[in-house]
């Protein structure tokens, strides 16, 4: 099979893991960005409540505990992820009120109408955004807040090459309107939308490519490992070609 018609989902998830539990992120955004959205959230007192959905190793996490005094509920299906993750929390020393468990965004252990704030950077692509903005809004109480980042078209029309990529790797990608219609329909009202900037992911991609080497000689000879990185090359380079018609942009919603 060549890496053009390839997805991620068809590698082998240990090794992806494996790969990811050595950054300290696992999707493009920063420190800044995930400031910039938290400051469109009213409200946040000592006694609100957070989930992280999809976090990782808990790059956003952190920020988020430096910058609030809130319960913050960190979720992965990772177990290695969420093992650094904890580790990060007791480095920082956030461990009383902030914890990662592994979970599944698909079946969240939450309450009704328990969380001040659902955070999900780079994630909700793995249920897809629609049904994550649907599914989860019963667990955020009456007029709490949803800041997720999401894969968006920038413009009406693409090229073909990169049209056919992201529409193999991910079909729910979509233009900027009919992600705010999306989230408007499920019951929020947009608060704000931005562009999480090209240096995100070009940080994202150098990241990885730091990785990418000793990744290579740890697992020298294994098929998978090598086709997972000619992968990764081939999306970073559709990614400098093309980045004017796609990427992440941060969408803040409150419940309506
Ligand atoms: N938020 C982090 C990680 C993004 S990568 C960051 O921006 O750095 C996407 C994350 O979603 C991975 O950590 C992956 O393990 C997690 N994930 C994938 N499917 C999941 C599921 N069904 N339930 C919970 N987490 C999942």
């Known amino acids: 099979m060549s890496n053009e018609q390839q997805t991620i989902h068809e590698f082998d998830l240990n090794i992806i893991h494996d790969f990811f539990s050595n950054t300290e992120r696992q999707g493009p955004g920063s420190s800044e960005e995930t400031l910039k959205a938290l400051s469109f959230i009213e409200g946040l007192t000592g006694k609100s409540k957070i989930a992280d959905i999809g976090c990782g190793t808990g790059g956003q996490t952190m920020v988020l505990a430096q910058n609030t005094s809130c319960e913050i509920i960190g979720i992965d299906a990772c177990p290695d992820f969420i093992n650094q993750f904890n580790k990060n929390t007791q480095t920082r ?17 939450f309450q009704d109408k328990e969380l001040d704030l659902i955070w999900s950077e780079g994630a909700i692509y793995n249920i897809g955004f629609e049904r994550g903005l649907k599914e989860w809004r019963r667990f955020l109480k009456p007029g709490g807040y949803i800041a997720i980042t999401e894969n968006t078209w920038f413009t009406e029309e693409r090229p073909a090459e990169i049209e056919q990529f992201w529409q193999k790797a991910y079909p729910e990608i979509d233009t900027i309107p009919n992600k705010v219609h999306q989230m408007q329909k499920a019951g929020y009202l947009p608060v704000a939308t931005f562009k999480v900037p090209d240096t995100c992911w070009t940080d994202y991609y150098a990241t990885m490519e730091e990785v990418q080497k000793p990744f290579l000689k740890k697992y020298k000879g294994n098929r998978t490992a090598e086709q997972f990185i000619e992968y990764q090359q081939y999306e970073t380079a559709l990614y400098n070609k093309y980045n004017s018609y796609y990427g992440y942009m941060f969408y803040v919603g409150k419940k309506l």
């Open 93 to 109: 020393n956030f461990q009383s009120r902030l914890k990662g468990i592994i979970g599944d965004m698909k079946n969240l252990p």
